[in-house]
């Protein structure tokens, strides 16, 4: 295997990953047998065409001896005529019931396939986030793209080449029993022998793909990397294009070399148990030359084919068990995902809300992530009353988007309670969150848009545009609300996707909404005029604004001030910009920084700003 320095920029294959304690073969096929419970009766007709093909083809051998023993010696042509013409119609009735066998096959392993892959798609959608950011987006692909595709395969053609090998078998047996008892023995035996030291190969080559699959997980995560545009960027804007492609190279020398293992710790066990089966027919030829006198030449010839006849099925059955492994190896990951347990659900589809803004109590709140050497929040208090704007500041690092999360009903706080108009645990279909990073679909403006919930009207697409300052984007394109944004929107502005978001959640039902800097790539400008009408679109709704870069102010807006974990300051805009605290610092930093923001404020025509000794209009 290729050796390398470790770069810590570029971390070898797959560190999260753990090695599972490994499950018995059968363990894994019974869990996964389960799941072909509500199609038993498909599977028992699978069963009986294949038992009833193999007989009809184990049926033709018969015929032709007949044609041989008595029809041509006897030159009995209505005899001939028969037996041509019924091993024809085995002949067409085998192939005829092979196809009906394989249909069914396919349709019941497509069916088992098809709801494994969306139960594992559930399972991994209803993990809590840190699932996400420890995994990775490689981990979760490959279990449901390549280990699914693999199980695929297993139930559809490895289990319909084992159950046609398995029948070949027991129907060779029999014959071979009742023609020379001696010699099945002897055969069995050796099949017992050999599959004992298959064993010890399988095992090995189950090891091998286990870790083939995960250095495959690690391509996938290389060219989500290095072939995205954001990758590309990287690779070319630090001059390191070179250490990207040396990485790959890498990892794609390990899967050569593993599979190269893996499919020589195959060979090895199949050249074993080829040699010996090949060995048996000289032996019987040695054994009846040299102690059996008056054996006839006939005798010798129809037991060496017999055991030829049960030789096949054995080996193919030892060979089939590479594949079985395979696919165990599979199924363990597979299984590694379904037996996590379901953390989150999704709350019930809610029709547009009638229920006016939200009442939002934090007690105590403390969130600690796993690894982390300080809490991220630590025994935080605060009221977000129905109807307030609040905006929640700090320097970063302070602990502003895990508060964000936990108001928004997506992390849980490891201890406190969170209620919601005085009741806890509805947060997640009451709140909704802007994050910092917008995800887009692969698809059209409006699709995304779309997406934010059933029934939007062109006219509400239209507004939810106009309030971010996106309509004249709309106006300049050829396909207008058509035009496809390519993969996260990144054939928009970073800005443009920014807004995009933004409109979608305005388009989503909810009383309390989070926005967590969710302008900060847009000039001073657009970012106070889309600021402002979000406060404006939230009259009837609780506000929370997280910002690094403070918006334009409303004396009474409640401000609360992070500090590692902690609430270091909490009032109105009017009381601490005034009060030589946190939150003024942040202030007095931020004036110098930017110059003075002139602007109208959006209360409209009819409000009058309070006269207050501030720093208003604040930017
Ligand atoms: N998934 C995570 N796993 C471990 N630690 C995390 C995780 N997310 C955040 N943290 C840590 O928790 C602390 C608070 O992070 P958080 O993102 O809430 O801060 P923030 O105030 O929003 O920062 P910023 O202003 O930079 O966005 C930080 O020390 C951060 O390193």
């Known amino acids: 295997m290729a050796q390398s320095t470790v770069d810590p920029a570029h971390p070898k294959a797959e560190p999260i990953e753990r090695e599972p304690a490994e499950a018995t073969t059968l363990h894994v096929l019974r869990r996964m047998a389960v799941r072909f419970r509500p199609y038993r009766w498909h599977t028992a007709g699978s069963l009986l065409l294949i038992l009833v093909t193999v007989g009809l083809s184990t049926a033709a051998p018969l015929l032709l001896q007949r044609v041989i023993d008595d029809a041509v010696p006897n030159h009995d042509t209505t005899l001939l005529a028969v037996l041509c013409g019924l091993m024809m119609a085995l002949g067409l009735s085998a192939s005829l019931l092979a196809v009906a066998e394989t249909a069914l096959t396919n349709w019941t392993g497509q069916r088992v396939s098809a709801r494994l892959r969306v ?25 449901l793209i390549s280990d699914i595709d693999g199980i695929d395969r297993f139930l559809t053609s490895t289990v319909h080449q084992a159950l046609s090998a398995l029948v070949s078998l027991v129907a060779a047996g029999v014959a071979m029993v009742i023609l020379s008892w001696p010699l099945a023995l002897v055969s069995m035996a050796l099949a017992t022998l050999l599959s004992l030291f298959n064993n010890r190969f399988a095992k090995r080559r189950r090891r091998l793909f286990r870790q083939r699959q995960r250095l495959l ?13 954001s990758g590309v960027l990287l690779g070319r804007t630090l001059r390191r294009t070179g250490r990207q492609r040396d990485r790959f190279v890498e990892v794609a020398e390990d899967i050569r070399d593993v599979t190269f293992r893996q499919r020589m710790a195959g060979m090895s066990a199949y050249t074993v148990i080829g040699v010996s089966f090949a060995c048996v027919p000289p032996l019987i030829f040695w054994a009846y030359g ?5 054996a006839s030449v006939g005798a010798v010839v129809v037991l060496v084919m017999l055991q030829t006849r049960l030789s096949q099925p054995i080996q193919s059955l030892l060979r089939l068990s590479g594949s079985v492994q395979a696919s165990v190896a599979m199924f ?13 659900e999704d709350p019930a589809p809610v029709r547009r809300r009638t229920g006016g803004p939200a009442e939002v109590r934090l007690r105590d709140v403390s969130c600690h992530y796993p690894g982390a050497s300080k809490p991220a929040l630590a025994g935080v208090d605060l009221d977000f009353p129905a109807g307030s704007v609040t905006v929640i500041t700090g320097h970063t690092g302070s602990g502003k988007s895990t508060l964000g999360l936990v108001l928004a009903g997506l992390l849980s706080p490891d201890a406190g309670s969170v209620r919601i108009d005085g009741r806890s645990g509805r947060l997640r279909s009451e709140a909704t969150l802007i994050p910092q990073h917008t995800a887009l679909l692969h698809g059209t403006l409006r699709d995304n848009l779309l997406f934010a919930r059933g029934g939007i009207t062109q006219a509400e697409l239209d507004r939810a545009l106009g309030t971010v300052q996106l309509s004249p984007l709309i106006a300049a394109l050829r396909n207008g609300w058509d035009t496809s944004i390519g993969e996260n929107g990144l054939q928009l502005s970073g800005g443009e996707r920014q807004r995009l978001g933004v409109a979608r959640t305005l388009l989503a039902d909810y009383r309390m909404l989070i926005v967590d800097e969710a302008t900060s790539a847009l000039d001073h400008h657009t970012a106070d005029r889309v600021n402002t009408a979000l406060r404006e679109h939230c009259r009837d709704k609780t506000l929370v604004l997280i910002a690094h870069r403070l918006p334009r102010m409303e004396p009474q807006d409640r401000v609360v001030v992070l500090d590692r974990g902690c609430v270091a300051e909490r009032g109105t805009h009017a009381m601490l910009s005034v009060s030589g605290g946190a939150y003024a610092s942040l202030l007095a930093a931020q004036h110098q920084i930017e110059p003075t923001r002139p602007g109208p404020s959006h209360r409209g025509p009819n409000h009058r700003e309070p006269k207050l000794p501030l720093p208003l209009p604040l930017t």
């Open 119 to 143: 139960d594992v798609y559930d399972r991994a959608r209803a993990q809590p986030l840190r699932f996400y950011s420890e995994q990775g987006q490689s981990q979760i692909q490959s279990r």
């Open 217 to 229: 997980t690690t391509v996938l995560r290389y060219v989500a990397e290095d072939l995205s545009l």
């Open 290 to 294: 040299t102690f059996t006198s008056a």
């Open 332 to 344: 363990e990951r597979v299984l590694e995902y379904l037996d996590m347990e379901a953390h989150e």
